[in-house]
Nanobody
Framework: VQLQASGGGLVQAGGSLRLSCVAS????????MGWFRQAPGKEREFVAA????????YYADSVKGRFTISRDNAKNTVYLQMNSLKPEDTAVYYC???????????????????WGQGTLVTVSS
């Protein structure tokens, strides 16, 4: 399984970015997907997750109301639309595929077995 994340960049506070993650090698539409991020010197943390059908989503409190996760199973792609960005959103963002066809969305790292390479988001103040 390969996950290829893209869309990161430098943006001013208050701006927007959309991250994309294209999956290959496994039946993408059968698995929940997640986005995590890791800021310099900090642990990787959960950002958002979406069910295999796209019908359910779950967000970290820190991004709720500003970020939107979505997916297009026909394109094997999951997205993270990030609005009203803040300097504290600066991090490397990783997409990940759930290791199990579970009911419910997981916010912990060990629930995910395949990870993208990460894309850097830098928000300037």
């Amino acid at each position: 399984v390969q996950l290829q994340a893209s869309g990161g960049g430098l943006v001013q506070a208050g701006g927007s970015l959309r991250l994309s993650c294209v999956a290959s090698g496994r039946m993408f539409s059968s698995y929940n997907m997640g986005w995590f991020r890791q800021a310099p010197g900090k642990e990787r943390e959960f950002v958002a997750a979406i069910s295999w059908s796209g019908g359910s989503t779950y967000y970290a409190d820190s991004v709720k109301g500003r970020f939107t996760i979505s997916r297009d199973n026909a394109k094997n792609t999951v997205y993270l639309q990030m609005n009203s960005l803040k300097p504290e959103d600066t991090a490397v963002y990783y997409c990940a595929s759930d290791r199990a066809r579970r009911i419910g969305l997981a916010a912990y790292l060990n629930a995910y077995d395949y990870w993208g390479q990460g894309t850097l988001v830098t928000v300037s103040s």
